[in-house]
């Protein structure tokens, strides 16, 4: 089932691509695809419900993650993902000032 | 105009929030607080004796004393924080090569603090403020800070590891 949805963003992880406050619009269906380099939304044990950048799968199938700012939670404390944590790809963030992006 | 509308409609309703962590370092630590927190707990134990001696209590008495216990609660829950952070963001590699017993000496402070959460016993947060001056000791010495002993300028007036900030 194609699902749609929007989040504010808390935090400055993901700056200057998605920014603090900034609200982004994310989709997720049965066959989305889990892609390189594009921005999921994942639920996480201990940081519940966050946005990071996809890094890389590894050989045993778990998504590694990470922010796009140097103060971004390290790829290590993020730790390995399932596929069942993503539960969202981001579309497009809206800002304040520059409006509609495409992180 | 769409983050205004998006921003109004979740003034009304409240859109969920995803959090985009960051993991700034901002290096300000300093053990005085786990200091105090202990300092705190062995004030309460002795003010809950204090209470347990009188012979007939007030209802007041009874009040004061389930707020000593509940402070008592709070400040062994930070002491556990505080350290915790300490030793899992400031201690590296560096730091633990030089004090290996580290780990031991934050393992005990955990288990002592659970002890004088659990109990009303002098000896116990006695010994927890001797594992947290140890700790602050460590601390210090790893930034090339020198110590000095000194009896707090309050109750319960017990000697408390300093840093000496102005050889420094």
């Known amino acids: 089932m194609f699902k749609l949805g929007i989040d504010k963003i808390l935090g400055d992880s993901m700056s200057p691509n998605i920014k603090d406050g900034n609200y982004v619009i994310f989709f997720s269906s049965k066959r989305m695809k889990i892609i390189p380099n594009k921005v999921y939304r994942l639920s996480h044990p201990q940081f519940g419900s966050i946005i990071k950048r996809l890094s890389y799968e590894d050989a045993d199938g778990n998504f590694w993650f990470k922010g796009d700012s140097h103060d971004s939670t390290s790829l290590k404390k993020i730790g390995a993902i399932a596929k069942g944590q993503i539960n969202g790809r981001i579309w497009f963030s809206i800002d304040s000032e520059s409006g509609i992006t495409f992180p | ?168």
């Open chain 2, 1 to 168: 105009m769409l983050y205004k509308i998006l921003n109004s409609i979740d003034k009304k309703f409240t859109f969920n929030v995803s959090q985009a962590h960051c993991d700034i370092p901002c290096k300000i630590y300093d053990p005085i607080e786990i200091q105090v927190a202990v300092l705190t707990i062995i004030r309460t134990t002795d003010l809950l004796l204090e209470l347990n001696d009188k012979e007939t209590k007030t209802p007041n008495d009874n009040a004061q004393f389930s707020r000593l216990v509940a402070q008592k609660e709070e400040h062994g829950i930070k002491v556990k924080e505080s350290v915790r952070v300490i030793w899992g963001d400031y201690f590296k590699a560096p730091q633990l090569e030089k004090f290996p017993e580290t780990h031991e000496l934050v393992h005990k402070i955990m288990l002592t603090t659970s002890k004088a959460k659990q109990n009303i016993d002098k000896d116990v947060s006695l010994e927890l403020l001797s594992l947290v001056n140890r700790f602050a000791e460590i601390f210090w010495d790893t930034k090339g800070i020198n110590v000095y002993k000194a009896k707090c300028p309050y109750p319960p007036a017990l000697e408390v590891v300093y840093p000496d900030l102005k050889e420094s």
